[in-house]
């Protein structure tokens, strides 16, 4: 599963070097907000696809904002009820012994992969966090 962390990284340096308070504020809700739907969106794709949850493994990307938001999402986490396990425990999961062979525009998770080769479709985002990143702080 993957959520874009790492795109919070320039605009935070940014909103950090002018001391935007506001802004940060809404950086840190915006990451919780999609993690959060990430989390849900995983679980059931993976329910659909497997008719199970399955070992999620979560792609994060070491930066300054990153180090910032840890503690809260490792907390988001523990909320959701999500068990950490080290990678190798996670791929003795039965979903992670197929390759879907599948290719997207862009890389995907295995979830959207095998969802690709089983002709299903995934649902969109519903926010549009990563278009206003952008912006932010200018």
Same mark, same amino acid.
């Given at each position: 599963m993957s959520? $874009?962390?790492y795109a919070y990284? $320039? /605009?935070?340096a940014r909103c950090r070097a002018k001391d935007d308070k506001a802004? =940060?504020?809404?950086l840190k809700e915006s990451y919780l907000q999609r993690a959060a739907e990430s989390l849900s969106?995983?679980?059931?794709?993976a329910?659909?696809?497997?008719?199970? $949850? =399955?070992?999620?493994?979560?792609?994060?990307? =070491?930066?300054?904002? #990153? @180090?910032v938001m840890l503690p809260r999402l490792l907390d988001l986490l523990d909320e959701r009820?999500? #068990?950490l396990v080290t990678l190798p425990e996670a791929e003795r999961d039965p979903a992670y012994a197929v390759d879907p062979d599948v290719a997207l525009e862009g890389g995907a @998770?295995?979830?959207?992969q095998m969802a690709k080769a089983k002709g299903l479709t995934t /649902? /969109?985002? @519903?926010?549009?966090?990563?278009a206003r990143l952008g912006g932010q702080c200018r």
């Amino acid at each position: 599963m993957s959520f $874009d962390d790492y795109a919070y990284n $320039d /605009p935070y340096a940014r909103c950090r070097a002018k001391d935007d308070k506001a802004a =940060i504020d809404w950086l840190k809700e915006s990451y919780l907000q999609r993690a959060a739907e990430s989390l849900s969106a995983a679980q059931a794709a993976a329910r659909r696809l497997y008719g199970r $949850d =399955i070992a999620h493994v979560m792609l994060l990307h =070491i930066g300054a904002f #990153e @180090t910032v938001m840890l503690p809260r999402l490792l907390d988001l986490l523990d909320e959701r009820r999500f #068990e950490l396990v080290t990678l190798p425990e996670a791929e003795r999961d039965p979903a992670y012994a197929v390759d879907p062979d599948v290719a997207l525009e862009g890389g995907a @998770t295995l979830l959207e992969q095998m969802a690709k080769a089983k002709g299903l479709t995934t /649902p /969109p985002r @519903t926010d549009d966090a990563l278009a206003r990143l952008g912006g932010q702080c200018r």
